[in-house]
C-alpha cells in the first residue's frame, strides 16, 4: 500500500454454486453502486472465442481451472478497483485462487440448498458438470465437497434460498457500506 493512503475495501466478489444467482446478483449490484461488472465465466468464453462447454469438451477441465487462475491474477496485477466479480463455481477449489480473490476484495458467498439450486438449472444445458443422468445427486455431493471450501473463502455468507436476488443484492450493499465506514473510523475520517 501506497504510503498515506487509506486502503478501502476495493471490489466485492461473488463465490458461490452454480446456480445460485452470482451473475444476477453481481449486475444488480453493480448497477446499485456505479461498479463495472465482471463475469468470469462470459470472460473467459470471450476471451478464447468459445463456449465453457468447449472448452471443457476440447481442452478439458483443468485447461479452464488454468484460465480461472489467470484471469484472477491479470486482475490483480492490474489492480482493478470499483468491480463486481461474479466467479464460476468452481473458481474458489484452487488454493492459489482463494489467496487471489481475497486479494482482490470482499469475498461473499451466495449459499443455497440442493433443491434451490436444482431449480434453477434443472433445465440448462450449458453447465458441462451437471449433464450426467442424475443431476441433483451430483449436485447434492459436489455442494457437500465443496462448502467447507465456499465457507473457509468467504468473508461473508448469505442465504439465499427464500429471498429475491435484489434483495440479496440490497443485502450485499449494506455490508459493503459497512466496511466502509469501518474503515474510515479506522483511519480516523
Ligand atoms: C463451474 C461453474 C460454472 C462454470 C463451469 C464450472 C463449477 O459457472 O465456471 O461450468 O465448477 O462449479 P457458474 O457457477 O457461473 O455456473
Known amino acids: 500500500m501506497q504510503r498515506g493512503r487509506v486502503c478501502f475495501v476495493k471490489n466485492i466478489i461473488l463465490i458461490g454454486y452454480m446456480g445460485c444467482g452470482k451473475s444476477t446478483v453481481g449486475q444488480c449490484l453493480a448497477k446499485m453502486l456505479d461498479f463495472t461488472f465482471v463475469d468470469t465465466d462470459a470472460f473467459i468464453e ?112 448469505v442465504m439465499v434460498d427464500t429471498l429475491a436476488q435484489e434483495v440479496v443484492a440490497e443485502h450485499i450493499l449494506g455490508i459493503f457500506q459497512d466496511n466502509i465506514s469501518k474503515s474510515r473510523q479506522r483511519n480516523g475520517y
Open 46 to 157: 470471450t476471451q478464447q472465442q468459445r463456449t465453457i462447454s468447449d472448452i471443457f469438451a476440447i481442452e478439458g477441465e483443468e485447461k479452464f481451472r488454468q484460465l480461472e487462475t489467470d484471469l484472477l491474477k491479470q486482475l490483480v496485477k492490474e489492480g482493478r478497483e470499483q468491480l463486481v466479480i461474479a466467479t464460476g463455481g468452481g473458481m474458489p477449489l484452487r488454493n492459489e485462487n482463494r489467496e487471489l480473490l481475497s486479494k482482490l476484495g470482499m469475498v461473499v458467498y451466495l449459499k443455497a440448498s440442493p433443491e434451490t439450486i436444482y431449480d434453477r438449472v434443472k433445465n440448462d444445458t450449458q453447465r458441462p458438470l451437471l449433464q450426467c443422468d442424475n443431476p441433483f445427486a451430483k449436485i447434492q455431493e459436489m455442494i457437500v465437497q465443496r462448502a467447507p471450501v465456499y465457507q473457509e473463502t468467504a468473508e461473508h455468507i
